[in-house]
T-cell receptor, first 111, second 115 residues
């Protein structure tokens, strides 16, 4: 699976948009971009995933560049409960393929 | 989203004893389940991948005789830590993925402390 690069930490003010970048320059054509987050002492929570097109759900938006070498996760109105470690993971579609976690980005939302 | 339930959430055991952790997919059939371990201030490390009815595939460096994985049904996988030692103390997390889904869902994790 392609590797990803994320900044180790980011800060965001409550109520503002949080934009978390991810580089995945070696991504293959059939690999998806997944985002998960982990709040302290809990299991990871699925946020969103995409292949080429931008995606939006009730939690976040995912913007993937046209060349697919990078993406941005957008939390439109960050709250204190969004403080967590955010993981960007690239993975193929095969059912038996595990998610391989990097170090992620620690997002701190403050009031 | 789909629900994965992991039990127990916390366990303390004595050195030399065995501990079993259960992972259940509550509203979908999980053809594949994954087990991870996470040490403090570190990321999740994949331990093994299991498919229902077949032997688990372990990652390099993970002892298959120490970490026994059973995936006997499409909704249940178990991880047994045998002859536990203090260095096995960690946060163990399971993940399940159904055939139709492309995303995997995670359990709440089990905090194991070996004393």
């Amino acid at each position: 699976d392609a590797k990803t690069t994320q900044p180790p930490s980011m800060d965001c003010a409550e109520g503002r948009a949080a934009n978390l970048p991810c580089n995945h320059s070696t991504i293959s054509g059939n690999e998806y971009v997944y985002w998960y987050r982990q709040i302290h002492s809990q299991g990871p929570q699925y946020i969103i995933h995409g292949l080429k097109n931008n995606e939006t759900n009730e939690m976040a938006s995912l913007i993937i560049t046209e060349d697919r070498k990078s993406s941005t996760l957008i939390l439109p109105h960050a709250t204190l409960r969004d403080t967590a470690v955010y993981y960007c993971i690239v993975r193929g579609p095969q059912a038996g393929t595990a998610l391989i976690f990097g170090k992620g980005t620690t997002l701190s939302v403050s009031s | 989203g789909a629900v994965v339930s992991q039990h127990p959430s916390r366990v303390i055991c004595k050195s030399g004893t065995s501990v079993k952790i259960e992972c259940r997919s509550l509203d979908f059939q999980a053809t594949t389940m994954f087990w991870y371990r996470q040490f403090p201030k570190q990321s999740l490390m994949l331990m093994a991948t299991s498919n229902e009815g077949s032997k688990a595939t372990y990652e390099q460096g993970v002892e298959k005789d120490k970490f026994l994985i059973n995936h006997a049904s499409l909704t249940l996988s178990t991880l047994t830590v045998t002859s536990a030692h203090p260095e096995d103390s960690s946060f163990y997390i399971c993940s399940a993925r159904g055939q139709e889904n492309t995303e995997a869902f995670f359990g709440q994790g089990t905090r194991l402390t070996v004393v």
